[in-house]
């Protein structure tokens, strides 16, 4: 029979593992939009990932601003 300590350490293993995929997720979706946007996908999963996916939403959001703004600017000084 296993000893109380190894069921408490396999306990925290397993609920470890759950918090990572549920903390994991949301990043991974947030950095496949990211990169339908153009912007690459590991930087926005490590910024959602390291930070939280609340800020790599805004620094999402403040790429696409930047890039929309970069375009206009250049597509006004072109004509």
């Known amino acids: ?21 549920l903390w994991g997720m949301p990043c991974a979706v947030l950095a496949n939009r990211g990169a339908k946007q153009g912007s ?14 609340i800020a790599g939403l805004l620094f999402l959001s403040a790429a696409r ?8 600017s250049e597509t006004v000084s072109g004509s």
């Open 1 to 21: 029979m296993h000893s109380a300590s190894t069921f408490v350490l396999a306990s925290f293993w397993i609920i470890a593992g759950i918090l990572l995929l």
């Open 40 to 53: 690459r996908f590991l930087t926005i999963f490590l910024i959602s990932f390291f930070l939280s996916p």
């Open 65 to 72: 601003s930047y890039r929309t703004t970069r375009v206009l």
